[in-house]
């Protein structure tokens, strides 16, 4: 069973959500025409991974162009990009949201009435959604083919269909193997400090009946050194034009990892996480989030109080250690040079 994790809710105008900090407890849904509760689940998790929050910016324009009582043009246009500059502000790592928004500014730079300008900004939501699902069943063909049968693959965070408008990149290549008759087993690492991996990854693996083994993120070692993981599959924040992937906190130390035991290391993203404005990943701002989720989890303080913590969100992976980047264009090698995205 595939989760839809954003659905545009067309007879109601409204986004309707899977809300992320409830799982695997509860499956459980945000219904929403508010874009200001779009931002609190982008910034709180709810929606989360670059892809999807690409598609959830998108509806956030669209809901806040539908909310705006303005009948001037000329101030319904001054509060909808103020209100894309809200959703900007939410989290500043996955380049998907900007990119996504972007797009919905340029279509609405198009447009000179209240009406169409709301029909041209919900189509043009709903399609940036249709062409991340697109984009995903491509990466897993792609990826699929790095894959044969009985190969076991360690994943960290969740980069599946909760993290996209489609099957997942990360994953999408597991998921693709499995439909080609591929017998795939997947470790996911726990990915503290927000639990993506033990939460979702492996709650999404078990509901399409992938066989998957959870571990703490300090026991990845220990897995590479047995000789059980075959290659490193992970998604992507953002990419820069050399190569350099940022990704969910940790995925730098398995990347090293997998140098040590020569395990190939591949990262799985659509042409949209790719960042062609920087040259290198040392430019990519990394997310610095609450001292909570580091000194505790979920309200449940397991640090003393008043311990200083340090919690950046991302780490960037220097493009030395990535075997191949797994695009819906292809498989690509390195050196990698994504600047011709530009043309
Ligand atoms: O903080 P999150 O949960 O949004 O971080 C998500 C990740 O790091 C994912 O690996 C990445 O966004 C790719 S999702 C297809």
Request: with cysteine; proline share 4%.
């Amino acid at each position: 069973m595939r989760v839809e994790t954003l659905e545009w809710l067309a007879d109601e105008e409204k986004v309707c959500l899977v809300a992320q900090t409830k799982l695997p407890g509860k499956l459980e849904y945000i219904v929403t025409d508010n874009y200001l509760v779009m931002c609190d689940a982008i910034r709180r998790l709810e929606v989360r991974g670059a892809p999807a929050i690409g598609c959830a910016g998108a509806y956030g324009v669209v809901i806040g162009a539908l909310s705006i009582d303005d009948t001037d043009f000329k101030q319904f246009s001054a509060e909808l990009r103020r209100i894309m500059d809200e959703l900007r502000a939410t989290r500043p790592t996955a380049v998907n949201l900007f990119w996504a928004i972007d797009r919905m500014e340029k279509v609405f730079n198009e447009q000179s009435d209240i009406k169409a300008a709301q029909q041209a900004l919900i189509k043009e939501a709903v399609e940036i959604h249709r062409e991340d699902a697109e984009m995903c069943r491509r990466i897993g063909k792609n990826g699929a083919a790095l894959l044969s049968d009985g190969m076991t693959v360690l994943t960290h965070c969740n980069a599946g269909s909760l993290a996209t408008g489609g099957m997942g990149t990360a994953l999408a290549p597991i998921y693709t193997a499995q439909d080609q008759g591929k017998n795939i087993k997947v470790f996911a690492d726990e990915t503290r400090p927000l639990l993506q991996g033990a939460r979702l990854t492996s709650w999404e693996l078990q509901q399409n009946g992938v066989e998957v083994t959870l571990i703490c993120d300090n026991m990845a070692a220990v897995v590479m050194r047995k000789g059980w993981i075959d290659a490193v599959i992970v998604g992507s924040d953002r990419i820069a034009c050399n190569g350099d992937v940022a990704n969910k906190i940790g995925t730098f130390t398995v990347a090293l990892l997998a140098k040590q035991f020569g395990v190939p290391f591949y990262v799985a993203a659509p042409t949209s996480t790719v960042d062609t404005s920087l040259a290198s990943g040392d430019l990519i701002p990394i997310e610095e989030r609450a001292d909570e989720e580091v000194a505790g989890f979920n309200g449940i303080r397991t640090a003393p109080d008043g311990i200083s913590t340090y919690n950046p969100a991302f780490d960037v992976t220097p493009n030395e250690l990535v075997a191949a980047i797994i695009t819906e264009q292809g498989v690509h090698k390195p050196p990698f040079d994504f600047s011709y995205l530009t043309q």
